[in-house]
């Protein structure tokens, strides 16, 4: 008998990516007592660069880890890693790029696949 664990793998894949995504957006929020330390990568003013950082690094991995809306989730959470690898380290060689850009692949497959019906979208 063949067995599909297509659900177990979205779990693993969300539980995974957005807990460990968590550990590079929770430092972020002590950040919020002084905005302007934060950089200013898109051109938005560094209090509105920090709000987006920590909706992509830590309300959006939080709502990917239990599978809440998790299309939409993963969109913010994958433009963060965009900007990550391709504004931040533009200049940067590829081995610095590799962590965002395995956070940006991971959150597009979210966004295509979906949570799993181990989740509470169930979908």
Do not use: C, Q
């Amino acid at each position: 008998m063949k067995k599909n664990f297509n659900d177990l793998a979205l779990l693993i894949l969300r539980v995974g990516f957005g807990g460990f995504m968590l550990t590079h957006g929770i430092p972020k929020i002590s950040m919020l007592s002084n905005p302007s330390d934060f950089g200013d990568p898109i051109g938005v003013g560094p209090t509105m660069s920090l709000i987006l950082a920590l909706i992509g690094e830590v309300v959006a991995p939080i709502m990917l880890i239990i599978g809440f809306k998790t299309k939409w989730a993963a969109i913010p959470a994958a433009i963060t890693m965009f900007v990550a690898a391709f504004i931040i380290h533009a200049k940067d060689d590829l081995a610095t790029k590799e962590h965002a850009l395995l956070f940006f692949i991971s959150f597009v497959v979210m966004f295509l696949a979906g949570a799993g019906k181990y989740s509470v979208d169930k979908a």
